[in-house]
């Protein structure tokens, strides 16, 4: 009688612990992790509770025993004042604040967003290992983009919880080299004209954007250092990258140099090729060094008109017809089959019986592949087996004449 009299009136006093028959995982929150708890059995009736940080026995009878307590806390990670340097690749410092009961060996990663503020594809800026209230130390990587939407948040293992974001938006800069140009006017950007001394040589900018009192390194392709500086006048073709220090920070830029090779003419008397404006139209012209720079003030372009970067585009599906600086009589090159999955053969057609042709072949970026000199009019030259996928460009000059012609070269 005793026993059952105890049980009803511990139902009536505390409605948040359960009874009932075969129960053995209740819970007084939905989200709350127990640090402590049990159950009991009596008389046909088991008792289940789950308890607080603290508790106290209060009644006990027999094998049964009542408790009070309080309840736990519903688990959340918030991140604090995140005083992330806006610039480079830098050491970072993430504080944050817990509640709730983690294993001793949980681990807190702190991960930053987009620079949207999406965590669709977290970056890891560094962990801790713990259950309660620290600081990660961490670093921003050097793939991170610049931006300023970024966002932090701190992630825990054991349990898995997603904590809460940072409430600011947090700004990323990094140093950039604006697009070059060899020439004021009638030039592609980042692109060598070695075949006319005004343009032969570039000279590439690093822009901080912010950093304070910077350090600049510069290094070719291969990582040779070839100067220091905020500035750098280059003469070949190749991918140059700058690293720049300031405060402890560090971040690099790249930008990559082309080269377009315009010489013509012969190698006793060299001219140089436009891409002549006549009217509204434009035509290759092999003219004087010396007339250069006025053709390009009138809208001309140095370089022939086929072998503009802007104008080579990968997207060509189809042979082109030739382009040639116009000469007397027949002066032209036929190809086929083309465009040809294994190689090319290339008829030279001309009526000057008397000069020797030169022939060369220039990939996509303006560079060359192959040179053919001491060659006849009529000949027939069997070329490209070796050629991987792309666009070419045979160039064919006799003399003051020059034409050229579009190669496709198809996969297998």
């Known amino acids: 009688m005793f026993k059952n009299h105890f049980y009803k009136f511990i139902a009536g006093l505390l409605l948040a612990i359960n009874v009932n028959a075969q ?3 209740p819970t007084l929150s939905p989200g709350a992790i127990s640090s402590g708890g049990g159950s009991a059995s009596s008389g046909g009736v088991q008792l ?3 308890l607080g940080q603290t508790f106290v026995s209060t009644g006990a009878d027999s094998k049964a025993f009542l408790t009070q307590g309080f309840q736990q806390p519903e688990l959340q990670v918030w991140t604090g ?3 992330m340097p806006d610039w480079g690749t830098c050491q970072v410092s993430i504080p944050y604040t817990v509640s709730g009961v983690f294993d001793p060996a949980n ?11 999406n965590f669709a594809n977290p970056i890891v800026l560094g962990t801790a290992t713990g259950n309660t209230n620290g600081v990660i130390n961490g670093v921003v990587p050097a793939t991170v983009a ?3 939407g970024y966002r932090v948040r701190v992630r825990s293992s054991l349990p898995f919880f997603l904590g809460v974001a940072n409430e600011v938006n947090l700004t990323i800069r990094k140093p950039s080299i604006p697009d070059a140009f060899a020439y004021n006017t009638g030039v592609q950007p980042n692109t060598l004209y070695p075949g006319w001394a005004p343009a032969s040589s570039i000279t590439l900018k690093a822009n901080p954007n912010g950093a304070v009192n910077p350090a600049f390194i510069w290094r070719n392709s291969k990582g040779k250092q070839v100067g220091v500086g905020a500035q750098l006048t280059v003469t070949t073709a190749d991918t140059y990258t700058v690293t720049v220090v300031a405060n402890g920070c560090t971040a690099t830029a790249s930008k990559t140099i082309n080269e377009l090779d315009v ?3 012969t190698k006793q008397a060299p001219k140089v090729v436009i891409c002549q404006k006549i009217g509204g139209t434009f035509q290759n012209n092999c003219v004087l060094s010396t007339a250069v720079a006025s053709a390009l003030q009138t809208g001309s372009r140095l370089g022939a008109c086929s072998l503009a970067p802007a104008a080579v585009s990968p997207t060509i599906t189809k042979a082109e017809s030739n382009t040639r600086v116009a000469v007397k009589g027949r002066f032209e090159m036929v190809a086929y089959p083309n465009p040809s999955a294994t190689n090319f053969n290339i008829q030279l057609q001309s009526d000057n019986a008397r000069d020797k042709i030169m022939v060369r ?4 970026n303006g560079k060359v592949m192959e040179v053919y000199t001491n060659l006849s009019a009529q000949q027939v030259m069997h070329i490209g087996d070796k050629y991987v996928p792309g666009l070419y460009v045979v160039e064919m000059v006799q003399g003051p004449g020059r034409a050229q012609i579009k190669l496709i070269k198809q996969a297998n």
């Open 23 to 25: 129960v053995t995982s």
């Open 48 to 50: 289940d509770w789950v």
């Open 81 to 83: 004042v995140v005083n």
């Open 107 to 117: 681990q807190f990663t702190a991960e930053l967003s987009d620079a949207d503020g």
């Open 146 to 148: 610049a931006g300023t």
């Open 263 to 265: 010489i013509c003419g």
């Open 361 to 364: 072949v220039l990939d996509m």
